[in-house]
């Protein structure tokens, strides 16, 4: 059993920057693989971008190639979701999930494959 709190969303002027935080609790991190997921309101949640356990593996959705990078400290237990040249269109509630060790390399991109979610964070983007 692991336990997610994302932390660091905000509100943020188009073209601006957020980090976002995954801290988890429980059994070591470093043996989950981790997903971001967003959800606007009125959409059903969609994948963002996702880790492996090592960090050596990551995905993302192509609406946010180039501009968000995944990344995590194994040491403090924590995914980081680092999202640059914010756009209007990524206002959404985030949320960071997690999956005990599907595979070295593995990264999963679907809701599905994640039995362990925190309870997001709002991010909202102004033009």
């Known amino acids: 059993q692991v336990h997610l709190v994302e932390s660091g969303g905000g509100l943020v002027q188009a073209g601006g920057s957020l980090r976002l935080s995954c801290a988890a609790s429980?059994?070591?991190?470093?043996?989950?693989?981790v997903g971001w997921f967003r959800q606007a309101p009125g959409k059903e949640r969609e994948f963002v971008a996702a880790?492996?356990?090592?960090?050596?593996?990551?995905y993302y959705a192509d609406s946010v190639k180039g501009r968000f990078t995944i990344s995590r400290d194994n040491a403090k237990n924590t995914v980081y979701l680092q999202m640059n040249s914010l756009k209007p269109e990524d206002t959404a509630v985030y949320y960071c999930?997690?999956?005990?060790?599907?595979?070295?390399?593995?990264?999963?991109?679907?809701?599905?494959?994640?039995?362990?979610w925190g309870q997001g964070t709002q991010v909202t983007v102004s033009s």
């Open positions: 429980g059994r070591t991190f470093s043996s989950y693989a």
């Open positions: 999930a997690a999956n005990y060790f599907p595979g070295a390399g593995m990264v999963l991109t679907t809701l599905r494959s994640y039995p362990y």
């Open positions: 880790i492996s356990i090592s960090g050596g593996s990551t």
